[in-house]
């Protein structure tokens, strides 16, 4: 006969409550930085369950401590902000604010992590402590510096992460060693020409055209200057110059992304684009302003970690639930910075039911909720394993 923990043994004694503040955070999300009423519930719940809070962290975060004082800590980190997106669903509990929805699954994030600590309430004394980030501002990818910058990572030495994944059914978990999202960072460009009438171009240096040839001579430079074995995805997502059919623009302004999966390269990539940008606008006569911003380093998931995580999610779910991601993503995600001097891995979180699942960013969005009961079961039991194992190499 298999003998429960006292974690185990509560599980389904909470999981009906947070099932139901999932739905309350799901109609009622909050945009990046302005996640005052949820970090407010986040703290008034963590600290009526016994643990330490602290909030304000970066702004709009919380972090919650149980255990020991001065540490050490294994951590887990869950975001909480939403996204400027219509909801599509017909959920009953559908957002009731307006242009805003949980597209990204962070109500779900959200509620495991409160669910981790009603758990490990139940299984103190604990020989290491335990720290719990709620992250704001992850769509932004600012939340977590802003966190670093205020010390949530001071004295971990691992932390966990996760995120539902569309492309998995639920009940089962992703895991990847090594590389799991890219670098990535925002670009901006200015092609600065010479205006003049559309009848004749020739008098006069076209932004417009010389801007298209930024676009696809970019394109066209990363497939024959770097190499090929090391995935560089340069996109535009706006584009604006002009003010009349008949006038050819004098400026245009362009506004896109870059994702790159190796570090080394990604911090070269600036240097380049500058260069090749510069090239293809001074061959036409015209100047280029260009602005780069890195938005997050990539993910790195720690080889131990995720073999503990693999090991737990196996004892939970069985071996045929694990799924071993193949291929990184060109996604970003700034759980990278909290990564900095920490070790870390952060798992995917099955979510598509029987109909599957629309995809992260979409009004239609809506995971099974189920999933939320498998995060919290291979989360707890991964942060136990890990308490334990360190304590075993301590004696």
């Not at 870390?344 to 599957?356: K, P, Q, S, Y």
Request: one cysteine or more; a negative charge; proline letters at 5%.
């Amino acid at each position: 006969m298999t003998v429960l923990s006292e974690w185990q043994k509560d599980f389904e004694l909470v999981l009906p409550d947070l099932l139901e503040l999932r739905k309350h955070l799901h109609a009622h999300p909050e945009l990046s930085g302005c996640e005052h009423q949820t970090s407010a519930l986040v703290a008034a719940d963590l600290r009526s369950h016994g643990w330490r809070v602290r909030e304000g962290v970066g702004r709009t975060g919380v972090i919650a401590e149980l255990g020991p004082v001065e540490g050490p800590f294994v951590g887990l980190r869950v975001d909480m902000d939403a996204l400027p997106i219509h909801e599509r669903t017909d959920l009953p509990y559908k957002s009731k604010v307006d242009g805003v929805m949980h597209a990204c699954g962070h109500d779900f994030h959200t509620c495991i992590g409160l669910g981790v600590a009603r758990l490990l309430i139940k299984e103190q004394p604990l020989n290491s402590g335990v720290r719990l980030l709620f992250q704001p501002a992850e769509e932004l990818a600012e939340g977590a510096r802003l966190m670093r910058e205020d010390g949530a990572t001071e004295g971990l030495e691992a932390l966990f992460g996760v995120h539902v994944f569309p492309s998995l059914p639920v009940g089962s978990i992703g895991i990847k060693t090594g590389s799991l999202t890219a670098a990535a960072g925002e670009l901006e460009i200015e092609v600065i020409g010479e205006g003049g009438h559309g009848a004749r171009p020739h008098q006069s240096v076209d932004a417009i055209w010389i801007a298209s040839r930024v676009v696809t001579g970019l394109q066209e430079a990363i497939s024959r200057r770097l190499d090929a074995l090391q995935p560089v995805v340069v996109s535009f997502g706006r584009i604006e110059g002009g003010n009349a059919f008949n006038v050819i623009a004098d400026r245009v302004h362009l506004l896109g992304t870059v994702r790159c999966l190796d570090s080394k390269l990604h911090s070269r990539l600036p240097g380049w684009i500058n260069e090749t940008v510069q090239a293809i606008c001074q061959s036409f006569g015209a100047e280029a302003k260009i602005k780069y911003r890195s938005i997050a380093p990539p993910v790195y998931n720690d080889p131990d970690l995720t073999r503990l995580v693999e090991r737990c999610a196996t004892a939970q779910l069985g071996s045929s639930k694990i799924v071993r991601l193949e291929k990184p993503s060109l996604g970003a995600e700034d759980f990278a910075e909290l990564l900095q001097g920490v070790r870390g891995t952060m798992f995917r979180l099955g979510v598509a039911g029987e109909d599957g699942c629309a995809p992260l960013h979409s009004g239609k969005f809506c995971p099974d909720e189920a999933c939320m009961g498998i995060g919290i079961k291979v989360i707890t039991s991964s942060i136990l394993a890990w308490i334990m194992e360190r304590s075993v190499c301590q004696e």
